[in-house]
């Protein structure tokens, strides 16, 4: 049984989708496999020592407002904050002008007033594709710091890798501001806590009664037979708990992305099942005969493939599915920057944010590994890169089209494998977005309403307006002019002076009225690298490279 082996990391993918065996598992067994030969329990977030507020009052003085919404950038405007939620949205002046002091909102005693002048305001990025409990065992305050940093206040947490205990006592600790995190959505593996294998439909409603019990906020599918996800979705919807779906090369032949939102699934992640959805002149992938999918690199390596075997842009075939989706109010979460580095691995293998940002165990967790979960630059060629630049050219116009033709496409992560880092992650994802053919201005209303419509939070998060929580994010510099300036590492500049610096940047993460220090949350984050590092001994070396030879 499953339970009793020593896995390698790779394998609890392929166990997710052997419902005999995998829902065997205890919650804790199951993220032992995940973490492999680092199999401790990750470290909860420690009480929080960061943030100020909330206040009586915080008043946000001269930002220009990108609200969310779809509109276009407004101020300067003050923006009035009672305790956690917005108040009041204030136009003080108009832009080059100086700002008449009668038009502003008055601060009283014990009220709190940042001077945000010439910078941005957000919404609260939401990320909704985030796991927390990764392979490699690091401090879950780590994680959070740099979400934070990076101006994400809300996750969608798709696993529950830690297990439901782990991950609810820290959603309800994020949700009191006990600790210095986001907002957590649970959403938890199909089956996970089960007694014993779901086999039956009944069995899977039992199932889904047990973990709406439970409080969880969704659940997370992979390559489950049909019967067994149609029966489930069911039961969630009945108990009001949404959906998300890695739709993998194991169950997608009986089960592709239009099946499953045909079956009530609420959001799919990644690409998977998608493009099998728009095949017209095959049922099933053109695997080579010698393909085995427990070969990771068979697996990301072939899946490159993919988009060039369905049928093509503006085909019958692409107009029907993109039409059912758009019927059914289907929200697809792509997650192009987990497989950024697919077309180019150099780039994402050398980011400059590596060297102060990865903890060793991360960084060890990249390395080509046979028994990693992707891990597996085996012999990453030049053919690999050309595929996955072609895979994402028609994919990126998939989505850029589903955007167009008014379907819901939100920003999510997955980072912790793949040369990809929480935070840095996320933005690159949104960098992604835009390459994709999306205004800025629509990139970041993927990044906030679109997200919280996704989850079923519009009325509470995901736009800057009266009523709604206060959840922003303060920038700066201008994030539509260059969406590069949000990373932790900031923007590279030449002033007139001929002198080189770095703007952008998060300035501040207001998460329900408590006012965050973007880069002291990051400068904590280097130092828990740094004292890692310290620890173990460990320099950075590029793979192959022998460790004398820092690169």
Not at 63 to 69: A, F, H, K, P, R
Not at 87 to 110: F, L, N, Q, W, Y
Not at 447 to 458: D, S
Request: glycine share 10%.
């Amino acid at each position: 049984m499953i339970r009793r082996l020593a896995l390698p990391a790779f394998v609890w993918i392929v166990a997710f989708t052997a419902a005999a065996s995998a829902q065997q598992s205890s919650g804790q067994e199951q993220a032992a496999q995940r973490r492999g030969r680092n199999a401790e329990e990750m470290p909860k977030a420690p009480p929080r020592a960061e943030g100020e507020g909330p206040f009586p009052h915080l008043i946000i003085r001269g930002v220009t407002l990108i609200d969310g919404t779809g509109a276009p950038p407004a101020g300067p405007v003050d923006i009035v904050i009672e305790q956690n939620r917005i108040a009041e949205i204030h136009s003080v002046g108009a832009p080059h002008t100086k700002i008449d002091p009668a038009r502003r909102p008055k601060a009283g005693p014990g009220d709190r007033e940042l001077d945000c002048e010439g910078m941005y305001a957000l919404p609260g990025l939401i990320d909704m594709h985030t796991h927390i409990g990764p392979v490699t065992s690091v401090p879950a305050e780590y994680l959070f710091k740099l979400w934070m940093g990076h101006g994400v206040t809300t996750i969608r947490e798709v696993l529950a890798g830690n297990g439901i205990d782990w991950m609810l006592e820290e959603r309800g600790k994020s949700d009191r501001n006990e600790i210095t995190a986001p907002r957590i959505k649970s959403y938890v593996r199909f089956g996970m806590g089960a007694k014993s294998a779901i086999t039956t439909p009944q069995q899977a409603r039992e199932w889904v009664d047990w973990l709406a019990g439970r409080g969880a906020d969704g659940i997370k599918f992979f390559g489950t037979p049909p019967q067994i996800i149609a029966a489930a979705l069911d039961e969630a919807k009945k108990k009001g708990l949404r959906s998300a779906a890695h739709l993998d090369q194991t169950g997608v032949a009986r089960v592709n992305a239009l099946t499953a939102a045909r079956f009530g699934l609420t959001s799919m992640e990644h690409w998977y099942g998608l493009p099998e959805a728009l095949f017209d002149d095959r049922t099933i992938q053109n695997y080579p005969l010698d393909y085995n999918y427990a070969n990771e690199q068979d697996r990301f390596g072939k899946a490159g493939e993919l988009w060039a075997q369905a049928a093509p842009p503006g085909s019958k075939k692409w107009d029907e599915v993109m039409d059912e989706f758009l019927k059914l109010d289907f929200t697809i979460d792509p997650t192009f920057t987990i497989y950024d580095a697919n077309r180019d691995l150099m780039r994402a293998r050398r980011a400059e944010w590596h060297e102060q940002y990865t903890m060793p165990a991360i960084w060890r967790h990249y390395a080509p590994n046979r028994n990693d979960h992707g891990s597996y630059w085996y012999y990453w060629t030049t053919e690999d890169e050309v595929k996955w630049k072609h895979n994402y050219q028609i994919w990126q116009q998939f989505i850029n089209e589903y955007k167009n033709r008014g379907g819901r496409v939100t920003t999510g992560e997955d980072a912790g494998f793949i040369y990809s880092l929480y935070g840095f992650g996320y933005i690159r994802e949104l960098e992604l977005l835009r390459e994709a053919g999306f205004h800025p201005i629509e990139v970041f209303r993927s990044a906030t309403l679109y997200g919280a419509q996704a989850l079923g939070l519009a009325d509470q998060l995901g736009s800057v307006e009266a009523g709604k929580l206060a959840d922003l994010v303060i920038v700066p510099v201008n994030p539509l002019e260059n969406i590069a300036a949000l990373y932790g590492t900031g923007a590279i500049k030449l002033n007139d002076d001929g002198s080189v610096v770095r703007v952008g940047g998060v300035r501040y993460t207001i998460k329900d009225g408590i006012v965050y220090d973007a880069p002291k949350l990051l400068a904590d984050v280097r130092r828990m690298v740094a004292e890692a590092k310290q620890k173990e001994h460990f320099t950075i070396t590029q793979p192959g490279m022998p460790p004398d030879k820092p690169q």
